[in-house]
């Protein structure tokens, strides 16, 4: 069948490359089948959602039935990690799915660098919905010029981008140790090089920067108990979509962790000026 045909096409993938872990959602169809394939093969499976895995499971795994919710469990018990990402009210169910794309993408290249290797991409593509969730995807990632493994699609659940109108960038609050309130920003770009900025004009300064989550003014106090004078400690999305972008002249570096109210492990990084 199709399906025995892409598990096997995805597996010999996977063993080609020696890919050992995989950052991803758990739509069904292509997100699943991907999974699957990664856990069968002894790779380590990272889940990045867009949101709570429970709302994730009504919206894009129960509508094409029981047996994808089945495999959606399967995947999330022998996954290594969960990540969800819960943006403020105001962003739609589109835009938390870029986001949360941008990091899986990140996260990847991240792990990549501290073993010294390489990141791909693979997909299930069929490469004629120009405006598809995954044709943005993979036009993001051939951006960074890495490598790009494309399988083609056939006969599987098209998960749709979630509603929304035209697609906003969740936004970066930055939030100094000597002053409570925050500064958004729009473009990532522009909060980090506003950062740097600062640093560079007061040595003793201590930034945070952060998306726009339900919890970013607990990640913000977090973060700035981590941070170093002179320096920038950012949330894990915030790094990876660092990393991803190609911003130039910076560095990222794992900082550790910081427990927060709600006894979570909050992951930080550290974001310095290599010019």
């Known amino acids: 069948s199709s399906g025995d045909d892409i598990t096997t096409q995805l597996s010999d993938h996977i063993q080609a490359h020696d890919i050992g872990y995989g950052y991803g959602a758990l739509a069904a169809g292509a997100d699943i089948i991907f999974a699957e394939s990664l856990l069968s093969d002894g790779a380590q499976l990272h889940v990045i959602l867009p949101c709570k895995s429970d709302a994730f499971l009504e919206q894009s795994v129960a509508p094409f039935g029981t047996s994808w919710i089945a495999r959606y469990k399967a995947c999330m018990d022998g996954a290594s990690s969960l990540t969800e990402l819960e943006g403020a009210p105001l962003y739609s169910q589109a835009d938390m799915q870029l986001l949360a794309g941008r990091v899986a993408m990140g996260q990847a290249i991240i792990k990549?660098?501290?073993?010294?290797?390489?990141?791909?991409?693979?997909?299930?593509?069929?490469?004629?919905?120009?405006?598809?969730?995954?044709?943005?995807?993979?036009?993001?990632?051939?951006?960074?010029?890495?490598?790009?493994?494309?399988?083609?699609?056939?006969?599987?659940?098209?998960?749709?981008?979630?509603?929304?109108?035209?697609?906003?960038?969740?936004?970066?609050?930055?939030?100094?140790?000597?002053?409570?309130?925050?500064?958004?920003?729009?473009?990532?770009?522009?909060?980090?090089?506003?950062?740097?900025?600062?640093?560079?004009?007061?040595?003793?300064?201590?930034?945070?920067?952060?998306?726009?989550?339900?919890?970013?003014?607990?990640?913000?106090?977090?973060?700035?108990?981590?941070?170093?004078?002179?320096?920038?400690?950012?949330?894990?999305?915030?790094?990876?979509?660092?990393?991803?972008?190609?911003?130039?002249?910076?560095?990222?570096?794992?900082?550790?962790?910081?427990?927060?109210?709600?006894?979570?492990?909050?992951?930080?990084?550290?974001?310095?000026?290599?010019?």
């Open 112 to 275: 990549s660098r501290h073993f010294n290797n390489h990141a791909a991409q693979a997909l299930l593509w069929d490469r004629r919905r120009t405006r598809s969730l995954t044709t943005h995807m993979a036009g993001q990632w051939q951006s960074t010029n890495l490598d790009q493994i494309i399988v083609p699609l056939s006969g599987l659940p098209k998960n749709k981008p979630g509603k929304g109108s035209t697609s906003k960038p969740v936004a970066v609050h930055m939030m100094t140790a000597s002053a409570s309130e925050t500064v958004s920003y729009g473009k990532l770009e522009d909060a980090i090089a506003e950062a740097l900025k600062m640093i560079a004009n007061d040595v003793s300064i201590k930034l945070a920067l952060a998306f726009d989550f339900t919890a970013s003014s607990e990640a913000l106090s977090g973060l700035l108990a981590q941070s170093p004078a002179g320096s920038m400690c950012v949330t894990e999305p915030v790094a990876c979509c660092i990393v991803l972008s190609g911003i130039a002249d910076v560095s990222v570096t794992f900082a550790g962790s910081v427990l927060m109210p709600n006894h979570a492990a909050l992951r930080c990084y550290t974001v310095s000026g290599t010019a």
